[in-house]
């Protein structure tokens, strides 16, 4: 039983750090991104740029509200 829990162990921390991965990845890929201002001149922003960066805020805050138990995630 011991052999069992600790390959399910083992399997399960591989699963978890291969998503760790991804997430890291992710948030580097982000973090490159608003550092490049979302790839926009400050010339050239419009309502539609203020659109799309309120919905990617959005669904950052649906993340961290989940994450922190902020929100409506809130005990």
Request: net charge negative; charged share 30%.
């Amino acid at each position: 039983m011991t052999t069992r829990r600790t390959t399910d162990n083992t399997k399960a921390l591989d699963a978890f750090m291969t998503t760790k991965f991804q997430i890291d990845a992710i948030l580097e890929r982000l973090k490159a991104l608003s550092d490049d201002h979302f790839e926009t001149h400050p010339d050239e922003i419009n309502w539609g740029d203020v659109g799309t960066l309120n919905h990617y805020a959005s669904l950052l805050r649906q993340i961290t509200d989940s994450a922190f138990k902020e929100g409506e995630h809130a005990a």
